[in-house]
């Protein structure tokens, strides 16, 4: 398996969506070869960062706005 | 719910296999499947006329709709759009609501709807593209490999990091991004996705691959070592 081969199966291979035969080859390939093992890191901590919970919270006055134009809309929608 | 929970299931089952292999074994939370009853309830009342079952749902859910808003539109005055004028949506057409989906998932499917119609708007003033450019050739190539800087997240003020994010996911077509955040944020399945973008599972897979890559090459001009 090359690095080209490799960098094609490296979003299955994060899904585990592949056959162990071939999860295995690429697993060699990723002890051997630097440039392949940071794409899997980075790649994978891509998404980490943009799994991170403590991110993107909802502000307390957006939510506010959005309750209080939601019970003057739906109220006036609902008469 | 925080953003980490999805129906009330651990974390680690929105990571893909190879990331939850790292972190902590897979469990289900008990509340899972009461939740889900409950919901059905809420719907039911909500349908009657109950506005306090729908905020209910509303509060459930307004995270989510708005984390998603600010990923697909990429700043916060449109994201606060977005939940309001998603929320209103389905309060209009909530007897339109079979109950074959999650609310949650026909809710998504209606900020989708109004978030790709708000990014449309904006594409004629050339701000975002929304679809893939009709002369990219298919083939994606890493260009970086520098090694990141160990544990970005720690270094950087949590407002930062939204920055950094959000720009980088905004050099992305609008939906690479959106099955980006739906298959690996959202931690919907793939054929969920495709369903909800009208897409065939195989062009979910292609674009998830490609959002992937480029988003990893983004952030790489960020927290490259040195």
């Not at chain 2, 909530?94 to 998932?105: G, I, K, V, W």
């Amino acid at each position: 398996m090359n690095c080209k081969e490799v960098f094609q199966e490296i979003s299955n291979y994060l899904d585990g969506n592949m056959d162990e035969d071939l999860k295995r080859t690429l697993k060699v390939h990723l002890k051997c070869c630097h440039h392949c093992q940071v794409l899997f890191d980075t790649t994978r901590k891509t998404i980490e960062l943009y799994c991170d919970g403590k991110l993107y919270e909802l502000p307390d006055d957006v939510r506010n706005r959005l309750h209080t134009a939601l019970r003057q809309k739906c109220q006036t929608q609902s008469h | 719910m925080d953003m980490g929970t999805f129906f009330g299931q651990s974390a680690s089952l929105l990571l893909p296999a190879a990331l939850r292999s790292n972190t902590q074994t897979v469990t289900i939370n008990p509340a899972q499947a009461g939740l889900a009853r409950d919901e059905s309830l809420l719907v039911t009342e909500a349908k009657a006329g109950n506005y306090a079952a729908f905020e209910e749902l509303v509060s459930r859910y307004e995270k989510k709709i708005y984390r998603l808003g600010l990923n697909l539109t990429g700043n916060p005055e449109d994201a606060e759009d977005l939940l309001q004028e998603t929320f209103l949506k389905a309060f209009q057409h909530l007897s339109a609501f079979r109950e074959d989906s999650r609310f949650y998932t026909w809710i998504v499917r209606i900020a989708i709807n109004e978030g790709l119609m708000k990014l449309r708007k904006r594409r004629s003033s050339k701000e975002v593209p929304v679809d893939e450019p009709t002369n990219e050739d298919g083939e994606v190539i890493p260009r970086e490999f520098a090694d990141w800087r160990p544990n970005p997240e720690q270094e950087l003020q949590r407002v930062e990091m939204e920055t950094i994010l959000r720009n980088a996911a905004k050099a992305l077509p609008a939906t690479f991004r959106t099955v980006f955040f739906l298959r690996d944020v959202e931690g919907l399945s793939t054929e969920e996705t495709a369903e909800m973008l009208n897409l065939s599972v195989g062009a979910v897979k292609a674009r998830l691959f490609r959002a992937r890559l480029r988003l990893r090459e983004e952030l790489s001009k960020t927290f490259k070592r040195g």
